[in-house]
Structure formats: structure tokens, C-alpha cells
């Protein structure tokens, strides 16, 4: 609420200078900047000369509001003794409206009201009822001067700004001057950047183009290994083959009877033979991957179905009495999206390596439904692989140290991933020597 600091009246010119010291005043008590003072007088001189001029005079109110408001100010109303009329009620509005914060005229039969207001800095003494009474006290103890003094005092002010605007105006050439000598510098600059960057786009296509011929040799080489792989893998299958075969007759109780030593090197040459038709396999899988050429045959999957498939096809592959192979059924309905046997091979793969690097304790597998995907874990109780081999376990050939003493090939789960990928999906390590690893295949529900 607004306290009303000082009441007067504008009726004859000398009054003009009157509302102007006291509004000089007010101002300066409430704690309002020099410069904003000198702005409130000037804007109240203007508007008071125009209301006396084709209103009669004024009746003149300042106001104040404590600090208890959001953001405190000083007020003025100007009531003129008759409507100004026609034609702006303000002369020169938008003049008189920059030197103050607000400003408004109010047009009625009976009178011309003129409100403008200014906001007292955050700086200022903070303002209560009781300072404001002593303000109020202070305004009506003091006695206005002459025009004489007040014109005086325009003039000192006068002078004082134009001291200011000379200032300025020295400090502006001299910022001018600088600016024009930063300008040559900056053109300068420009010109060496502007040859600089042309010469980097040159080296930069030049680059692109290299790199442009290098992935057209990196790509012909890839495709060249896939078709290597693959031919070789092809090839090497029918001996392979033919070698399992041959060991299978020598050791067949219908044959010659075969010496315990014989018995044992043609097991040896079965067992190794195997090994390398199972390396062959996967080579040849790895190299269609590769390519592309595997097409997947979307169909309904239940996972319930073929985790029992997995069970009991596993259960001969756990030959360790002291490793439990889990196969948990999923929860109703298992129903996926994808092709059996692609998946069927990534699962068997996961179990396969869980099985082979755990000497003890459990291997498991589950599935879970994670919003509209599956997400199915294989985990093992086994050594475990250190955080900064998390990436190579899925590169070709390679095994994590530790890992070499058991019969592997290094090629399950790079093309275990690879499936994953191709089904829509991913396929994550999450493993810490001696806490086991866990491999987790998201897969979506509705196909890729």
C-alpha cells in the first residue's frame, strides 16, 4: 500500500520550479541514484508545464510504498484543475516516458490524471513505515528555494552533463579509433585464416579420397577372406570327413583287432579330427555371417520348447560331475518372434563356453521379458574375465588368457554376436575374475 509522502498544488509558473526541487528531493531521501533524480525532476518539470499551460494547474501527490512490496518505488500523480482535452495530454510522451520507469495518462470529464513512477535500487536503505513517516517529516520541515536557485541548479546540472557528453563523446573517437585498427587486424587475420582453411580443405579432401580407396581395398579384402574363408572351409570338410570315417572302421569291432596303443592313436586321430571339423563348421558359418548370405526364417518360437530341446541335447556335454547345467523355463508366454535355428545355434554356442571355462559349481541359463524384448542370460560360475578384455573376447581367434587349456576355437562368440545382431539383437559381456561371467542376448518379441 502507498504512503503519501507530500501533497501540492501547480497553479502559477514559479510552482513549476517548485515541483521540480521537490521532486529532486523525494527522490534523493528515498534513496533513488543522482542521475535517476535529475530524471524524475525533468520529467515532472515537463508534464507540469503542459498541465498548467491547458489544464488549469495540477494537484500534485508523492507517494512511496514500503519494502515489504516486491520491488519498492517512488510515485507521483499530477491531477489537473480540468481535462486537458484533445491531443496528447502529454507533450513530447515517449520523451518524458524514458526518463521515467512507467508512465500514464488517464483522460476523464472532470480531469487529466498523469501517474509516473521510478524504482528505488536494491542499493537503497530498505524502506519501512516509520522511515517513511520521517521522510514525510523532513519534506515539511524544509522550505523550498527561489526559482532564481533552481535555475542555478539547472544550470550547474547542464553544465555537468555536457561535461559528461564531452567526455563520452573523446572516449568514443579514441574507442572508434581502436575499433578501426582491431578491424584492420581482425581483416587481416581473416585473409591468412580464409588461405589456411583452403589449404586444409584440399588436404582434407585429399584425405577423404585416400580414405575413400582405402575402404574399397579394406572391403574387397573382407570379402576376399570371406570367400577364402569359405572355400577353404568347404574344401577342408570332405577329408575331414573322410578321416572321422576311416577312424570309425579301424576302430570298429568288425575290423582287425587293434593293440590298446593302436585303440588309443586312433582315438586320438577321431578326437582331433572332430576338433577340426568342428573349426571348420564354424569357419564356414563365421564366413557366411560375414557376407551376408544367411537369411533369417522368421516363425513364432516358443522359448519353452526350445530351452528343453537345449537341455536335453547339453546334459552329454556336461561330462564335469562337479558342474550343474540350469536350463529354467521361461514364464508364460514364451512366445517370440525370430528364426528356431539361428537361435537355437547362439544359445547353444553361450552354453557350449559356459560349460567349457567352468570347473565348478553351475552354469545357467534363463529368460525374462524387458518391456518388448527378451532378454535371455547364460551364466557361469567360472574365472571370470578382467573388464579391459570385455571387447576381444568377441574378436575372431581370440581366447582370454587362462582359457588356452581347454579345447576352443575362439570363433562361438564372435558368431554368437553376429547372429544376435542379425535376429534384431545384441549381445552383452558382463564378467569379474572370480565372480563368473554372464552373457546376455536381448532379442526383440516382434522380430527385427
Not at 257 to 276: C, K, M
Not at 326 to 335: G, H, K, M, T
Amino acid at each position: 500500500m502507498s504512503i503519501p509522502l507530500m501533497q501540492m498544488t501547480l497553479r502559477v509558473e514559479h510552482d513549476i520550479f517548485v515541483v521540480r526541487q521537490r521532486g529532486r528531493e523525494v527522490a534523493a531521501l528515498l534513496g533513488i541514484e543522482h542521475q535517476d533524480q535529475i530524471r524524475i525532476a525533468t520529467a515532472l518539470s515537463e508534464v507540469g508545464r503542459h498541465l498548467l499551460a491547458a489544464g488549469g494547474g495540477a494537484d500534485v501527490v508523492f507517494l512511496a510504498q514500503p519494502a515489504v512490496v516486491a520491488q519498492p518505488a517512488l510515485h507521483v500523480e499530477l491531477t489537473s484543475v480540468r481535462p486537458v482535452g484533445a491531443g496528447a495530454p502529454v507533450p513530447q510522451q515517449a520523451a518524458v516516458g524514458r526518463l521515467v520507469d512507467v508512465l500514464d495518462v488517464t483522460e476523464s470529464d472532470r480531469a487529466t490524471v498523469v501517474r509516473m513512477s521510478r524504482r528505488i535500487p536494491a542499493s537503497a536503505a530498505p524502506l519501512t513505515r516509520q522511515g517513511l513517516e520521517e521522510v514525510r517529516a523532513q519534506l515539511a520541515q524544509s522550505e523550498p528555494s527561489t526559482a532564481l536557485d533552481e535555475l542555478a541548479l539547472q544550470n550547474e546540472q547542464l553544465i555537468a552533463a555536457l561535461d559528461e557528453v564531452r567526455s563520452q563523446r573523446d572516449e568514443l573517437a579514441r574507442l572508434n579509433e581502436e575499433l578501426q585498427e582491431t578491424n584492420r587486424g581482425v581483416m587481416a587475420l581473416y585473409g591468412q585464416l580464409s588461405e589456411e582453411l583452403e589449404e586444409t580443405n584440399r588436404g582434407v579432401v585429399a584425405l577423404y579420397a585416400e580414405l575413400d580407396e582405402k575402404s574399397a581395398q579394406l572391403r574387397a579384402a573382407s570379402e576376399a577372406k570371406s570367400r577364402f574363408l569359405a572355400n577353404v572351409s568347404h574344401e577342408l570338410r570332405a577329408p575331414v570327413t573322410a578321416i572321422i570315417g576311416l577312424a570309425r572302421l579301424l576302430a570298429d569291432s568288425a575290423s582287425d583287432p587293434l593293440t590298446d596303443e593302436q585303440s588309443r592313436q586312433v582315438g586320438l586321430i577321431r578326437s582331433s579330427a572332430g576338433d577340426l571339423l568342428a573349426l571348420v563348421n564354424q569357419l564356414l558359418d563365421l564366413a557366411k555371417a560375414e557376407s551376408g548370405r544367411i537369411e533369417p526364417h522368421w516363425a513364432e518360437v516358443d522359448l519353452r520348447v526350445l530351452f528343453g530341446q537345449l537341455r536335453g541335447t547339453l546334459r552329454a556335454v556336461a561330462s564335469r560331475p562337479e558342474v550343474d547345467l540350469v536350463v529354467e523355463d521361461p514364464p508364460q508366454p514364451a512366445l517370440i518372434r525370430s528364426d528356431e535355428v539361428l537361435l537355437s545355434q547362439i544359445l547353444r554356442n553361450l552354453l557350449h563356453n559356459g560349460l567349457k571355462f567352468t570347473e565348478q559349481g553351475e552354469v545357467r541359463m534363463r529368460a525374462e521379458q524387458a518391456g518388448d524384448r527378451w532378454l535371455i542370460t547364460v551364466s557361469d560360475t567360472g574365472v571370470g574375465i578382467p573388464a579391459e578384455l570385455h571387447g576381444r573376447v568377441f574378436e575372431e581367434f581370440y581366447q582370454a588368457p587362462g582359457s588356452r587349456r581347454t579345447a576352443g576355437t575362439g570363433l562361438g562368440l564372435p558368431y554368437a554376436r553376429r547372429l544376435a545382431t542379425l535376429l534384431g539383437g545384441t549381445l552383452e559381456l558382463t564378467s569379474e575374475p572370480g565372480r563368473g561371467s554372464t552373457l546376455s542376448v536381448y532379442l526383440p518379441r516382434g522380430g527385427a
